[in-house]
């Protein structure tokens, strides 16, 4: 194997190793931002300092925007569910639930995206192979979080609900 090959194969690792940081961390990171900020407010803010860090790459890569009014409208619709609508629900429901519980809750989202898959993308077969990596990584979620899953009383119930819906909003 050549050296190029060994340092890419390194990369890709760096790369897995930091998404599996940051998405981990996430669930921590909004409980603890939400004993100082309302749930909005404090998503707002991530969404700003996202905007004010992506929106100079995307000047200085010179990436293309959408061209046509169909296209815009798919974005704006897409943005709309799976960030106004996803991170308004889970920054709301994490105020009743531990931060392990909204993350397996979240989990649901691929048992939602699966079938809506299979319905809007041309080719894209819903298999008992796809329905169990599904459930195993939903279990794997458990796993992790099993000691954060504890919730009570009528608000913890509709913050589930609330992101169930959210993963339901994100998977569109």
């Not at 194997?1 to 921590?28: D, E, H, N, Y």
């Not at 100079?56 to 010179?62: K, S, T």
């Not at 061209?67 to 991170?87: E, K, P, S």
Request: hydrophobic share 60%; with cysteine.
């Amino acid at each position: 194997m050549s050296v190029a090959g060994v340092g890419g194969r390194w990369r890709i690792v760096i790369a897995w190793a930091g998404l599996c940081l940051i998405w981990g961390s996430t669930w921590l990171a909004i409980k603890i931002g939400l004993r100082d900020l309302p749930p909005i407010t404090f998503a707002g803010i991530r969404f700003v300092i996202a905007a004010a860090l992506l929106l100079p790459l995307i000047a200085v890569r010179r990436l293309r925007l959408p061209a046509t009014a169909a296209d815009w409208r798919l974005v704006l619709w897409t943005g709309f569910l799976n960030i106004t609508v996803n991170y308004a629900l889970v920054f709301w429901g994490e105020q009743y639930l531990a931060s392990g519980l909204a993350a397996l809750l979240n989990a649901t989202l691929p048992l939602f995206g699966l079938p809506l898959a299979h319905r809007y993308v041309a080719g894209e077969r819903l298999t008992p192979i796809k329905v169990g990596g599904v459930l195993l990584g939903i279990v794997g979620v458990g796993v992790v979080c099993s000691a954060e899953l504890g919730g009570s009383g009528v608000h913890a119930f509709w913050a589930s609900i609330g992101i169930i819906v959210a993963s339901l909003a994100g998977a569109q």
